[in-house]
């Protein structure tokens, strides 16, 4: 469902939406895929931050197994 709502966005940022929707792209549509875009990335930083705190709280066990493990290749 659709919601309208009403913004107001100075001269600039305009402009740049306009240059950037796609041909025959409302505005509306331009904001809401864009603004989409925006959550999306955001989304995916929080996480890959939650990954990284999750890697980093283990990485000295981590990086022990990955000794452990090289101990057991053949060289050739």
């Not at 306009?18 to 331009?30: H, K, L, M, V």
Request: glycine share 4%; charged share 40%.
């Amino acid at each position: 469902m659709k919601v309208k709502t009403s913004i107001t966005l100075d001269e600039d940022v305009v402009s740049a939406i306009e240059a950037i929707a796609g041909e025959g792209e409302s505005r509306s549509r331009t904001i809401e895929r864009l603004l989409r875009q925006s959550l999306t990335a955001r989304k995916r930083a929080d996480i890959d931050d939650r990954d990284r705190e999750i890697i980093d709280a283990h990485a000295d066990e981590l990086a022990a197994e990955a000794l452990d493990v090289l101990g057991y290749q053949i060289e050739t």
